[in-house]
């Protein structure tokens, strides 16, 4: 079956994985983390900068939200449900993105070991829940009909 890519749809899931990347770093990085953050200030820019930055970090959400609902609408799969297909993506690109990237933070960085971990954890399931919208907002089009 030729799935041809809804602008559309593809764009309301882009927006609500953004959505997800967008609350999920908030309660990762300023909830979960926030106290060891503050406690480690010496580590990371002051709040001034990253409030200068912030357009960056959006960019970057952005991006990822456009380019995980790419990839998840090219490999959508006939037949099989949107929710189970939704949650195996995410957990596969969360693998991909943190795991390997955990390894390499720990070899470069002398950050905890807890750190790194909370990192991956708060990583995979933001893109486990993000895939998961995914998986909801983008329905092809001939699955509609």
């Not at 953050?37 to 001034?48: C, D, E, K, L, V």
């Not at 070991?113 to 991956?120: A, C, D, K, P, T």
């Given at each position: 079956m030729n799935v041809k890519l809804s602008v559309r749809r593809w764009g309301l899931a882009v927006l609500g994985a953004f959505a997800v990347l967008v609350i999920g770093d908030y309660l990762i990085h300023e909830v979960w983390l926030g106290a060891f953050?503050?406690?480690?200030?010496?580590?990371?820019?002051?709040?001034?900068e990253m409030k200068a930055?912030?357009?960056l970090m959006l960019a970057g959400q952005l991006t990822l939200a456009a380019l995980l609902t790419l990839i998840y609408a090219k490999g959508y799969e006939a037949g099989k449900g949107t929710l189970g297909q939704g949650f195996r993506f995410g957990v596969l690109t969360g693998l991909l993105l943190?795991?390997?990237?955990?390894f390499m933070l720990?070899?470069?960085y002398p950050y905890p070991?807890?750190?790194?971990?909370?990192?991956?954890i708060g990583g995979l399931i933001e893109t486990?829940?993000?895939?998961l919208?995914?998986?909801q907002l983008y329905?092809?089009?001939w699955k509609l009909k």
């Open positions: 953050y503050r406690q480690t200030a010496a580590w990371w820019r002051p709040g001034s930055l912030m357009p943190f795991l390997p990237k955990s720990f070899f470069v070991v807890s750190l790194v971990l909370n990192w991956f486990t829940v993000a895939g919208i995914i998986g329905v092809p089009e």
